[in-house]
């Protein structure tokens, strides 16, 4: 019998849901946590330095003074260069004009799109392992060096005087309470943890691992024990601040930590455990959206950012790898 159906009859309209889904992580834990500069060169520089060793010798009755101490003689400059950070978008006169579903302007949402792509480059660059580099033409831009190589990942920067650099950090493999310890003690006994308050950026990995402490204290003692308000109907059992014998970290899950460019791969075992006091993001030039001409084809244009990230002491932080 002959009839119409749905796959053998034309004109059907389809049903295209007013809806576009963008499941990709956004959340730029380390950029929102550090303080902001303003860099006015392509090379921006600050100075570290150290106290003494203290001294208790004692001094003689009527000793006069006779030798004098250069206090200025471990003081060093360090530097980082900008990078310039950019995505670009252009749509077509026609599209501009149909009837898209989902989007209101495919320009504007282009452009919506284009910020959240720069913000997630900016992240993952402060938080990779690459050193910095000067701009050379032929291919080599400018580039700022990231935190993991600020603290030695790879080798320790040459520029980084020994009294500086890092010395907490853990690359055994899975994290117990022992070996985060560890590493939050070398931290303590490198600077006293001046800042007062530490931040761990985790990865998903990292972030399990420490959640699991209070367990694996359970399974070697045989018991687990929860105290927490019945009326929530719920049990915690992830750790979002931890409080050890060297202070409080606040414990913050991230998916761009030791990434590579233009990678997807997520280093899920990745760490680092910054002092918020010692860490600046130096801009010089905001980030700022520009329409570039219609040249006939269709509006378009691009966000730029050019900034670079200021590690104020190495020694103020930590890493696991």
Same mark, same amino acid.
């Given at each position: 019998m002959a009839k119409s159906t749905t796959y053998n009859t034309s004109g059907n309209r389809e049903d295209l849901t007013? *809806? *576009?889904? &963008?499941?990709?992580?956004e959340a730029t834990p380390f950029v929102s946590l550090m303080k902001k500069g303003k860099a006015t060169g392509t090379f921006f520089e600050y100075q &570290? %330095?150290?106290?003494?060793?203290?001294?208790?010798?004692?001094v003689e009755e009527g000793e006069d003074v006779t030798a004098f101490k250069n206090q200025s003689a471990d003081r060093a400059r360090i530097g980082n260069y900008i990078q310039k950070f950019r995505d670009t978008f252009m749509v077509?006169? *026609?599209?501009?004009?149909?009837?898209?579903?989902? &989007?209101?302007?495919?320009?504007?949402? +282009?452009e919506s799109k284009a910020v959240r792509n720069v913000k997630r480059s900016i992240e993952s660059a402060f938080c990779s392992?690459? %050193?910095?580099?000067? %701009?050379?033409? +032929?291919?080599?831009?400018?580039?700022?060096?990231g935190m993991l190589k600020w603290l030695g990942v790879g080798g320790q920067p040459s520029d980084v005087p020994a009294f500086a650099q890092n010395v907490a950090n853990d690359t055994t493999g899975t994290q117990t309470e022992a070996t985060f310890n560890s590493v939050l003690q070398e931290l303590y006994e490198a600077n006293g943890m001046p800042g007062g308050q530490l931040t761990l950026l985790a990865g998903p990995s990292l972030k399990q691992e420490i959640s699991n402490f209070s367990r694996q204290l359970a399974a070697t003692n045989g018991t687990y024990t929860v105290n927490q308000d019945a009326e929530s109907k719920k049990i915690t059992l992830s750790i979002s601040v931890y409080e050890g014998d060297f202070g409080l970290v606040n414990i913050a899950p991230s998916l761009f930590i030791n990434r590579t460019s233009g990678s997807d791969t997520v280093d899920a075992d990745a760490g680092l455990l910054i002092d918020p006091e010692y860490v600046s993001m130096m801009s010089l030039k905001a980030e700022s959206v520009t329409e570039l001409e219609n040249q006939g084809g269709g509006r378009r244009g691009f966000v730029d950012v050019v900034a670079g990230l200021a590690c104020l002491s190495p020694v103020a932080h930590g890493y696991f790898n």
């Open positions: 007013s *809806i *576009i889904s &963008v499941l990709e992580p &570290v %330095d150290k106290l003494n060793s203290p001294e208790f010798d004692g077509s006169d *026609i599209q501009e004009m149909v009837d898209t579903a989902g &989007v209101a302007s495919e320009f504007a949402n +282009a392992s690459q %050193d910095r580099q000067a %701009d050379s033409g +032929a291919g080599a831009p400018y580039k700022t060096r």
